[in-house]
């Protein structure tokens, strides 16, 4: 996983994403608008509209309706071979890690690094550096594919390959820092250690992701992306209400050029203590409607009092904890197996990085319904929030429409359950026009005035 997609997801919990093609206009050109774009719902459907014989069904068939057949197929097509590329990078990554174990090129690294200093911490820093830019040469197909051509084939991504490269580099970089002060104190920890190396790795892991957490708003995300106050008065006005109503302060609300790489709409809360804030990108500042946009705003505030970043790091804790029991008897098996053959000498030898790395992804491969599902429940419980804190179940309905640009809008039962980290466009909808048809009495009166 690259940093900049940890930065995109991950830990900072990431939100209502949807994509944009358009200009700053919310008014589309006729016909320059690409047939697979998302129509944005100008006008509610008739059967969304209230009335007496509202029904939340047939609303969620009318907005699903709105959806052209050829943007449908697009945005299927997308998500499912995302399903794909989950698998494809699990075993590219297993290949690597073999490779690097049974061609005993993590032996030759440490070799050198032994070679290079006598000074321990400083011997891992060096394996670190060479396994960093090894394994990141040896990936560089994929994710060359997967995040560069890939997006733009489907109409995502704004960015030519040099800044796009220039980008991965900072991500490089970013990694390199983070191993290179985490991995010494690790290793330090597992030699001095040995039997109860576990449970305090698992102490040190959960530091190093708080700290990243903590920085990820204030250090990373500037360097890519510039990061500002939210200002336009237009939009500031309903959504600085609703943020007072719900007991947000006013400094907490930001706004990103994510236009710089994406055409995806997105919002998030992320940061942890006082570096805590939620943060508007300006595709959907540019084309989400007014409904839309507090709607997405309320789901973000839902985020943030409903304190998820912490839950879900408490929730990251036990799954770090069984991870390092889990991994400490595989270490101990595998290597009484192919310690030899791979010339690795203990858990302590930091030429067992690939092995660590190998053990971690088949673990969070087997995890992914798991993780899934503990980020999509809280993105249901932002969803409630939000539609509560907005009254905006329209919008939120069109921020669901957006948002299936490039996620499947109904998924089947368990295909929802195992791949989706956010609820489906289609429950999305449906739930708002759940919420609709039990205050109607809202929106009869806004028509009445
Ligand atoms: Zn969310």
Known sequence: MTIRRLLRCGLVTCCLLAHCLAAADSEPVAGKKPLTEMPSVITVPLAAQPSDHFD????????????????????????????????WD????????????NLRWSAKMRDLAEHITRFKPLQTMAYWVQYLLLTSILIFPLTVYEEYFRERKYGLATQTFAPWFLDQLK??????????????????????????????GAVVMMAFQILFVLIAPVYLVPIFNKVTPLKDPKITQPILSMARANGISVHDVYQIDASKQTTRMSANVSGFGHTMRITLNDNLLKRGSPEEIQAVMGHEMGHYILYHVYTFLMFLLIVVVAGFALLRWALEWSLKRWGEKWQIRGIGDTAVLPLVVLLGTIFFFLLTPVMNSAIRIQEYQADMYGVNASRQPDGMAQAAIHLGEYRKMSPGKWEEWIFYDHPSGRSRIYRAMQWKAENLQLFKEAVSK
């Open 171 to 200: 991500g490089l970089a970013i990694g390199s820092v983070f191993g290179l002060i985490a991995l010494p104190i690790l290793f330090g920890i597992v030699r001095r250690l040995p039997r109860t190396w576990w449970i305090w």
């Open 56 to 87: 939340p069904e047939a609303a969620t068939n009318a907005y699903l309706a709105e959806i052209p057949a050829a943007a449908r197929a697009r945005s299927d097509a997308y998500f499912e071979g995302g399903y794909w590329f989950m698998l």
């Open 90 to 101: 699990f075993l590219y990554g297993v290949v690597v890690a073999l490779l690097l174990l």
